[in-house]
Nanobody, 124 residues
Framework: QVQLVESGGGSVPSGGSLRLSCTASGSKTHCAAWFRQAPGKEREGIAAIDEDGRIDYQAAVQGRFTISQDSTQNTRYLQMNNLKPEDTAVYYC????????????????????WGQGTQVTVSS
């Protein structure tokens, strides 16, 4: 029903910036989020956005990362500034056809569709 394709990962020095993109095709998605998983750690939700533009950030990225979407809600972005070595991880976008209000916006179970992941490496 929905395919998500991410792009924009790479390697940057500490303090650098990257912009990730996630393009959806198929059915229209109304909620989306970015997750990341570092080696040996659990996947964590870092930013979420819904169809009304409401946004939620994990405290560790608040003020450094910005999630946004285009007017069609087909493409979501994650602008990452002032990157730190601890931001090194595989980043995933996730989306769903509807926003379940009883599920936390950054809970992985809220999203049925996932991208393939893109590596972000920040060197010290």
């Amino acid at each position: 029903q929905v395919q998500l394709v991410e792009s924009g990962g790479g390697s940057v020095p500490s303090g650098g910036s990257l912009r990730l993109s996630c393009t959806a095709s198929g059915s229209k998605t109304h909620c989306a989020a970015w997750f990341r998983q570092a080696p040996g750690k659990e996947r964590e939700g870092i930013a979420a956005i819904d169809e009304d533009g409401r946004i939620d950030y994990q405290a560790a990225v608040q003020g450094r990362f910005t999630i946004s979407q285009d007017s069609t809600q087909n493409t979501r972005y994650l602008q990452m500034n002032n990157l730190k070595p601890e931001d090194t991880a595989v980043y995933y976008c996730a989306a769903d056809l509807k926003c379940e209000p009883h599920l936390h916006t950054r809970y992985s179970g809220r999203y049925a569709y996932w991208g393939q992941g893109t590596q972000v490496t920040v060197s010290s």
